[in-house]
């Protein structure tokens, strides 16, 4: 359902851009978020966005460096990130939230793509 892609190993400082497409949105969500997974950690919540309004969320940890957007016209959405930093080393997940529903808990989200890996070396 969903295909995260775009991460890569990059040094400290550098950028990536990941994409997100949707073989098609037929789940009824318009919100649509990252995660990251580290190892040994619990998924942690990166950044979401809403694909009617364009409103923005993001954890605290990446505001100012990561910037989320969608195009949704092609169902799809990206995340633009900057001054990666080691600590952002983790495999990234799309997901789609589910309606009704707003935390920014994993267990509100569905439709989990297979993840992309971010590494970052200081």
């Known amino acids: 359902q969903l295909q995260a892609s775009g991460g890569g190993l990059v040094q400290a400082g550098g950028s990536l851009r990941l994409s997100c497409a949707a073989s098609?949105?037929?789940?009824?969500?318009?919100?649509m978020a990252w995660f990251r997974q580290a190892p040994g950690k619990e998924r942690q919540f990166v950044a979401r966005?809403?694909?009617?309004?364009?409103?923005?969320l993001y954890a605290d940890v990446v505001k100012g460096r990561f910037a989320i957007s969608r195009d949704s016209a092609k169902n799809t959405m990206f995340l633009q990130m900057n001054n990666l930093k080691p600590e952002d080393t983790a495999v990234y997940y799309c997901?789609?939230?589910?309606?009704?529903?707003?935390?920014?808990?994993?267990?509100?989200?569905?439709?989990w793509g297979q993840g992309t890996q971010v590494t970052v070396s200081s």
């Open positions: 997901a789609a939230q589910i309606p009704g529903l707003t935390s920014i808990r994993p267990s509100d989200f569905s439709a």
């Open positions: 098609e949105r037929t789940f009824s969500t318009n919100v």
């Open positions: 966005v809403s694909f009617i309004t364009g409103r923005t």
